[in-house]
């Protein structure tokens, strides 16, 4: 097992054990190569089904339940888990109908541990950070990277210091970085100045965790696994999820890779990007049909978790659109809200950024982009309580008129 450039025509391999977050020769993002192999995909199915019955931790994670397909360096008891990933798909018939689509569900996982997909990555980064011996570990963040970090950490008894942009983002994330007793450096500015930050200021203590770190990526793609698990092994048309520093997708198109070439799946589903408006640098690239990105200096959208104008994984996600046969758009704020407001009036609900993908899905049915009988998975990266400010401010009734239904109806 070794670290390689994610630049298939570089083919530097790195030590597993070597902390470098770019490749020495060409800079580009690292990645983990897989395991040993090769697989046969039934057992591997088989496999995982009996360890849903099991009591090790290790099987209680809806993450490592998976572990053929993640880093084999750990001794079992040495794993960092809240047994997270065990998240829902769930069928969405409203948002289905409000998108135009016949068939559309929600991984939903805003209902992990603490509240964002990010514990998926963390689970595995901070068990390779105590592994390697970290005493600490950074992030800059939106808010939901630093909350899981700083969970995992806690939970591994490493020291966490989280950069932020200050005002920029929810209280309730600020919080939780708090509650699992994280140091927080506030940065003025946004996502971008807080990362840059981060980089020039850390020493070679510091055990880096944020998206480009590998080891988050690998755990991140269990996702797909599992959701491809949750639909028996038939894949959906389309996988579509949220851009922001565009980590995800790029652990989505690794997963992808992974599952076909193992012949776990037989089709891959094409993946959708959808950013907002004001944070697009990932839609105008594609856009342009030139694979240089363009950063954005002043991004600008209220779904504060893909507020992102210098997103550090867009090669590694061009290749999983690429792969996949995928496309990006973007949504405006409007649209954003509106569907958010959908997905909660099922009973489901998510954070703004979330919201993004039926937006995205609605968007690309009404261009006749998308079959209106495709099957569709959109991932709800956070949960609703993650931003409350954004809810009570796109509540298109004044508070009052609630009270007053309120005690109308005798409550
Ligand atoms: C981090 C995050 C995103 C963006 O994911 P990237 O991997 O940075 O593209 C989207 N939604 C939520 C809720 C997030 O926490
Ligand atoms: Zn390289």
Same mark, same amino acid.
């Given at each position: 097992?070794?670290? !390689?450039?994610?630049? /298939? ?25 897989? /395991? ?13 089904? #009996? ?39 769930? @069928? ?7 998108? /135009? ?13 603490? /509240? ?18 970290? =005493?600490?570990?950074? $992030? ?25 942009? &200050? ?16 140091? *927080? ?32 990526? #690998?755990?991140?793609? *269990? ?6 698990? &949750? ?18 997708? $790029? ?9 076909? @070439? =193992? ?13 907002? #408006? ?31 104008? @210098? ?12 792969? =996949? ?20 009036? #099922? ?8 919201? =993004? ?35 009570? !401010? ?9 009270? $007053?239904?309120? $005690?109308?109806?005798?409550?």
């Amino acid at each position: 097992m070794h670290l !390689r450039c994610s630049d /298939g025509q570089c083919s530097t391999l790195l030590d597993i054990r070597d902390r470098a977050l770019s490749c020495p020769r060409c800079g580009d993002l690292l990645e983990v190569g897989l /395991g040993p192999g090769p697989f046969d995909a039934d057992s591997l199915k088989q496999i995982w089904l #009996e360890r849903r019955i099991s009591s090790d931790p290790r099987d209680r994670s809806g993450i490592w339940r998976f572990r053929e397909f993640l880093p084999d360096l750990y001794d079992p008891g040495a794993v960092v888990t809240l047994e997270e990933g065990n998240v829902p798909l769930l @069928a969405a018939p409203a948002s289905s109908r409000y998108a /135009g689509l016949d068939h559309l569900w929600f991984k939903h996982l805003g209902w992990n541990p603490t /509240g964002s997909f990010k514990d998926g990555g963390m689970t595995v980064a901070v068990t390779q950070a105590r592994h390697l011996g970290a =005493t600490q570990v950074a $992030s800059a963040s939106t808010g939901n990277t630093a909350a899981s970090m700083a969970a995992y950490a806690a939970r591994a008894g490493i020291a966490a210091r989280v950069y932020l942009p &200050q005002g920029a983002i929810s209280m309730a994330k600020l919080a939780q970085s708090i509650d699992y007793g994280a140091e *927080i450096v506030q940065v003025e500015g946004n996502f971008d100045s807080a990362l840059e930050r981060l980089l020039r200021s850390a020493g070679p203590e510091v055990y880096f965790l944020n998206s480009i770190n590998p080891f988050r990526i #690998e755990g991140q793609k *269990i996702v797909v696994f599992s959701l491809m698990e &949750q639909l028996d092994w038939k894949p959906p048309d389309y996988i579509v999820l949220p851009g922001g520093n565009l980590g995800n997708a $790029s652990a989505f198109g690794k997963a992808l890779q992974e599952l076909k @070439a =193992t012949g776990l799946i037989e089709k891959v589903p094409r993946m959708v990007v959808v950013q907002a #408006e004001g944070a697009n640098p990932f839609v105008r690239m594609w856009q342009s049909g030139i694979p240089r990105l363009e950063v954005i200096r002043e991004p600008r959208t209220a779904a504060s978790a893909i507020c992102i104008g @210098a997103p550090r994984s867009w090669k590694k996600a061009l290749r999983a659109l690429q792969f =996949t046969g995928g496309l990006c758009l973007d949504v405006s704020e409007e649209e954003i809200a509106e569907a958010k407001a959908v997905i909660g009036g #099922e009973g489901i609900g998510c954070e703004p950024a979330s919201a =993004t993908t039926l937006a995205g899905i609605r968007r690309l049915i009404r261009q006749k982009k998308m079959d209106p009988a495709a099957t569709v998975v959109a991932v709800l990266t956070g949960h609703a309580l993650k931003d409350t400010d954004y809810i009570i !401010r796109a509540q298109k009734r004044p508070v009052s008129s609630i009270e $007053s239904q309120i $005690s109308g109806s005798g409550v």
